[in-house]
């Protein structure tokens, strides 16, 4: 008999309680996720339904867990006192993470059940620095000005709902920062043709010529996925990009970026 998906992460306490250790959060939480996939499209949904994103902090390790990717990422320092945007906050748990060393995070976020993860476990924490906006970035309206945008595995979403060319969706995130601010990428797959479909980021030498454009590259480097299931996650290519008005220009070569897993 195959193995049922959600048993292959190391945490796999899904809704049919299968496991009945659950804390009282991880019943709420994943109540929440119960009723998206009986009422969420199936073809928006990441991972089958379980928790795209993780946060050891609850005990819920999803398909990519916060802290395993934060530590590759080596941006905390970034994030300290900051004002952050996220889009595509998903579960929020990227949020969370963000919220306990930023002045404040904003998580933008089309799932409405996914919202009402994000929104919980904010509460959970008592974490009064961290809003939850219904909607995508493509319509997301604000005044304010944010010290550091988010944009990790996002520029086209399985929705589709992102899909507005990406210089484009750059020039929307320079218009959410101050001066000097950050934008914190994740590529989808960059080992694919680069011929536009979606999640296909084997184009990212144009890419990130046309992020140089508005942002100085200070550094970038591979980080692994943590589950290795074919589809279902991949090793990516993330970048730590400082807006500027005069750029400095990048040698960027995709076959040597995708060798590069250090800073």
């Known amino acids: 008999m195959a193995i049922p998906y959600y048993r292959k992460f190391p945490v796999y306490d899904f809704w049919n309680g299968l496991f009945k250790g659950k804390t009282l959060i991880q019943r709420k939480l994943f109540g929440h996720l119960k009723e998206q996939v009986r009422s969420w499209p199936k073809e928006k949904q990441y991972t089958h339904g379980y928790f795209y994103q993780g946060l050891e902090e609850l005990g819920i390790t999803g398909g990519k867990p916060t802290g395993f990717r934060f530590k590759q990422y080596d941006v905390d320092q970034v994030l300290q006192g900051a004002d952050v945007l996220d889009i595509g906050s998903n579960a929020g ?6 919220a306990w060393r930023a002045k404040s995070v904003t998580a933008v976020e089309l799932n409405p059940y996914l919202n009402r993860v994000a929104r919980d ?21 604000s005044d304010r000005k944010y010290d550091v945008v988010l944009s990790l595995s996002n520029h086209h979403t399985i929705d589709g709902n992102l899909d507005m060319g990406f210089e484009n969706y750059i020039k929307r995130i320079v218009s959410f920062l101050r001066p000097g601010g950050h934008l914190l990428f994740e ?11 979606m999640g296909d980021d084997g184009d990212m030498e144009q ?16 980080v692994n996925c943590f589950l290795k299931h074919g ?26 970026a995708i060798k590069k897993y250090a800073y």
Do not use: W
């Open 187 to 197: 590529s989808h797959n960059v080992f694919a043709e680069g011929k536009g479909g």
């Open 207 to 222: 890419k990130v010529a046309t992020m140089n454009k508005y942002f100085t590259i200070e550094r970038y480097r591979m």
């Open 121 to 141: 476990t904010a509460k959970h924490f008592k974490l009064g620095n961290m809003e939850v906006v219904d909607g995508d970035f493509s319509t997301y309206q």
């Open 231 to 256: 589809i279902e996650d991949l090793d990516k290519l993330f970048i730590v990009a400082r807006l500027s008005d005069s750029p400095e220009p990048v040698d960027f070569k995709l076959p040597e």
């Open 93 to 98: 748990f990227v949020a969370v993470y963000c």
